[in-house]
Structures are given as structure tokens and as C-alpha cells.
């Protein structure tokens, strides 16, 4: 008996949205979603966002690819997440 083969999610944190993807084991894309976040602007040369905003979007994401394709967390092999490297979240 094979085993059931596993899916790649991927999410793709940018500056203007959450892109949520799904990979077979192959890395062949099965379905893409991308939400979209608010921008401020808080003075020239700086970009801010809602991070509660943005975690919702994400696990929006998760979710929904998810139910799309009838699947459940137990299918992945893996979560991969790229960020904005400059990010940093102020609690104070």
C-alpha cells in the first residue's frame, strides 16, 4: 500500500498582501490565493500595517485553500512562510 502523497502550503508574506499556495510533491502549483492588506503611511520612506489584520488574512488563507480542495492539515508535509525581512511589530 502507497502512502497518500503530502502538499507543500505555502504562504508569501509581501508589503501589500497575504499569498496563500498550495504545491503538490512535485513543487507543480495546485491553487493560489492572495489577500490584500491596508497600507499607512506614516511619514516619507516608512509603510505600516495592522497585524492583526494581517494574521487574519493568513489564516483566512490557510483555511480556505484548504476547503477548496477538500484537504485537511494532516495532508502537509510542510509550511513554508517568506516575510518581509525589514519587519518588526511594536507592542509599546
Do not use: W
Not at 45 to 59: A, C, K, L, Q, R
Amino acid at each position: 500500500m502507497s502512502k497518500p502523497e503530502k502538499y507543500i502550503l505555502a504562504i508569501d508574506q509581501s508589503t501589500s498582501a497575504t499569498k496563500v499556495m498550495l504545491f503538490d510533491a512535485g513543487a507543480n502549483l495546485i491553487h493560489r490565493l492572495s489577500y490584500s492588506h491596508q497600507q499607512y503611511y506614516p511619514s516619507e520612506g516608512f509603510v505600516e500595517h495592522d497585524p492583526m489584520e494581517i494574521f487574519e488574512n493568513t489564516v483566512a488563507g490557510m483555511t480556505e485553500i484548504l476547503r477548496l480542495k477538500e484537504m485537511k492539515a494532516a495532508d502537509l508535509a510542510v509550511v513554508s512562510i517568506t516575510n518581509q525581512r525589514e519587519t518588526s511589530l511594536n507592542l509599546g
